[in-house]
């Protein structure tokens, strides 16, 4: 009996806190369904949401990670998920490879650069630029970068949570502005800049511009982790 009731005392907080994130989730994604808005996309109402349910029953993050934190585990295989549409254009892939190399490549580039100039020029310590690095990646992906160079994984999740928020608002005002006519380019746009959710921004605009985006971000994601270590000599260069 005791044993028993030592497993349900362990499992009560991970049922209780997934299913109020899943829950959150689910309410966000409906709310956005009837007002796609940009402020309302689910990535940024149900962490809001969560913060203050923390905030409310007096608990830590540490207590809601420890509870739902197996979640994590999750966004491999969701990742995985974008083979889909990027096998349905695999036709388009094979004849414009270059270009998005060449896009990928200057993308991450410039956003790893544009993250340690702002580091620097604020002033934030060295965990919080390494942690900075990896923002403009997909969170599986960006985590793993963020763990080899020496980053904060969890805040690295936050950081790339803002920049999908604000990279797929900021996209179309960007894509209405600059004449961007082709799907491609569309697509690679909003998967590099603010990968997931500007992967889900692309599919809103078309199947080709979503298969382009899915892939482009899967496979910055796997450019910064094959180029971690490049990234730690870097940041130790520019260190000092």
């Known amino acids: 009996m005791d044993s028993l009731l030592h497993w349900i005392d362990q499992l009560a907080p991970v049922a209780g806190w997934t299913a109020l994130t899943v829950g959150f989730y689910l309410l966000a994604k409906r709310v956005y369904r009837r007002w796609p808005r940009w402020w309302l996309m689910p ?5 809001a949401l969560l913060m203050i349910a923390v905030l409310a ?8 990670i420890r509870g ?6 999750m966004l491999g295989p969701a990742t995985v998920a974008f083979a889909v549409p990027i096998y349905e254009q695999r036709a388009l892939i094979r004849r414009t490879w270059p270009v998005l190399l060449v896009g990928m490549v200057a993308g991450s580039a410039t956003a790893v650069a544009v993250s340690w100039g702002l580091a620097s020029l604020f002033g934030l310590d060295q965990s919080l630029r390494l942690s900075l690095l990896p923002r403009s990646i997909s969170t599986p992906f960006a985590m793993e970068v963020s763990a080899d160079i020496g980053g904060l994984p969890d805040l690295t999740a936050v950081f790339v949570v803002v920049t999908g928020v604000l990279g797929a608002a900021l996209g179309d005002v960007v894509l209405a ?5 082709s799907a491609l ?3 690679a746009f909003l998967g590099v ?17 979503g298969a382009v985006a899915g892939l482009v971000m899967v496979l910055v994601g796997l450019l910064n982790v094959c180029l971690a270590p490049l990234l730690v000599s870097a940041a130790r260069l520019a260190a000092g």
Do not use: K, N
């Open 43 to 47: 990535l940024a109402v149900a962490p």
């Open 68 to 73: 739902a934190g197996w979640l994590m585990l």
């Open 193 to 209: 800049a603010a990968h997931g959710a500007g992967t889900a921004r692309a599919h809103r605009i078309g199947r080709v511009e």
């Open 185 to 187: 380019a569309r697509g």
């Open 177 to 181: 502005w600059l004449p961007v006519r």
């Open 57 to 64: 029953l007096h608990e830590s993050y540490r207590d809601y």
